[in-house]
């Protein structure tokens, strides 16, 4: 059967190809992938599988039934692209100005598409359900998922399994992990009300700037000695904002940044001691403040039993030719909130473009895949959902 599906993948990988480029040339931000959506839709019904639309907002769920009895088992993929301009010089680049698929999200959603058709062309033989679950709004929080699940997903799912393209690995890498391996990811948000003066003055205000300055160095203390070192956790100001003439000295600053952490109580720590760290600083200038952290994605926690499942399904891939457990990844994803429901893996396969030396990390302008990684998320995700059932 492997050898079947493999072949049927490979003489479809030009249509994966021609899906991604179509998606790459017309992306779309976060909870606003109405055309993806409906292109997406259109794909299932063309072909007569079961889809259903909107759920938990833009996503969309296709299932498979095999003829025989067996587990059901989902496999994801996210559509939406990000705010950022296409400077990539290729035929396919984004037509939409400002707009970008950015991470790979254009090729999971081709990934998946194909697979699915594929599988469809095979159900006679095949044992269970296959759910594919298209979802919208991975990259900005709250996400889809969490909408997707309370709309009914993940009814009856038994496992669940998802990739990422990593554009950081050669094509060929299968990264996997058991546990913890992308953080959870939270966003603060800090205003600071000083009193405003004349450049010329100082002593007759209450320096925004410099308040908020200090913030900057006092918060890198949260990790550096608060934080058990053993504990990973970041804390990120990315933006400082406070813009006044050259000869003015502002009464009003603001910083955003990220949180992020794996451990709920390290979590819970760092939120109190930025809330302690920011009223003792502002007392200490005599300022006032505004503080608000949103918490974001928790972290993507694996399970072990279907995390080894999975790196031995890729074994039975050719073109996989290195297989290795990953260190955690700081970065968020919103496949946590599957994990928590059903038990799964999510991990990463290398997509690291060879046309170039440079290889572009993701969100970045110039980003860009190796399509040939495609096939090989396909052909992993497929070995995975068709032999799972005699994974006990």
Request: charged share 20%; with cysteine; proline share 4%.
């Amino acid at each position: 059967m492997l050898n079947k599906l493999f072949t049927a993948l490979e003489s479809s990988y030009d249509e994966m190809v021609a899906i991604r480029r179509y998606l790459h040339q017309h992306p779309e931000l976060s909870f606003q992938e109405y055309n993806t959506a409906n292109y997406i839709q259109s794909f299932y019904e063309k072909l007569q599988i079961e889809v259903k639309g909107n759920v938990g907002g833009n996503g969309v769920v296709a299932k498979v039934h095999g003829k025989k009895p067996g587990k059901t088992v989902a496999l994801r993929a996210d559509f939406d692209a990000l705010p950022i301009q296409d400077e990539k010089d290729v035929p396919y680049k984004s037509l939409v100005p400002g707009v970008m698929h950015a991470c790979g999200h254009d090729g999971h959603t081709a990934t998946l598409l194909v697979l699915a058709k594929t599988l469809n062309d095979f159900k006679e033989e095949l044992e269970g359900t296959y759910v594919f679950i298209h979802q919208h709004a991975e990259e900005y929080a709250p996400g889809g998922a969490i909408s997707m699940i309370e709309d009914g997903c993940l009814e009856g799912v038994d496992v669940i399994f998802g990739t990422h393209l990593w554009a950081s690995e050669p094509t060929g890498t299968i990264q996997y992990r058991t546990g913890p391996i992308m953080a959870a990811a939270d966003r603060f948000e800090i205003d600071i009300q000083g009193k405003g003066g004349h450049g010329a003055q100082p002593h007759k205000t209450q320096d925004a700037i410099v308040i908020a300055s200090q913030l900057v160095l006092n918060l890198q203390q949260i990790v550096s000695r608060r934080v058990n070192p053993i504990d990973s956790a970041v804390v990120t100001v990315g933006s400082f904002t406070a813009q006044n003439a050259f000869n003015i000295i502002a009464d009003k600053a603001q910083l955003i940044g990220t949180v992020r952490t794996f451990n709920d109580d390290v979590r819970q720590f760092i939120e109190d001691e930025m809330d302690r760290i920011i009223s003792g600083t502002c007392a200490m200038t005599g300022s006032s403040y505004h503080f608000s952290y949103e918490r974001g994605y928790p972290a993507v926690v694996n399970h072990a039993n279907e995390t080894a499942f999975l790196a031995s399904c890729a074994e039975q891939v050719a073109e996989v030719i290195n297989i290795e457990e990953t260190e955690p990844q700081m970065g968020g994803e919103d496949f946590a909130y599957y994990l928590q429901y059903v038990p799964g893996t999510f991990f990463f396969t290398g997509a690291k473009p060879t046309s170039s030396e440079i290889g572009y990390p993701h969100h970045h302008p110039k980003f860009d895949i190796d399509e040939k990684a495609m096939l090989i998320a396909a052909k992993t995700l497929g070995v995975a959902a068709i032999t799972v059932h005699r994974n006990e």
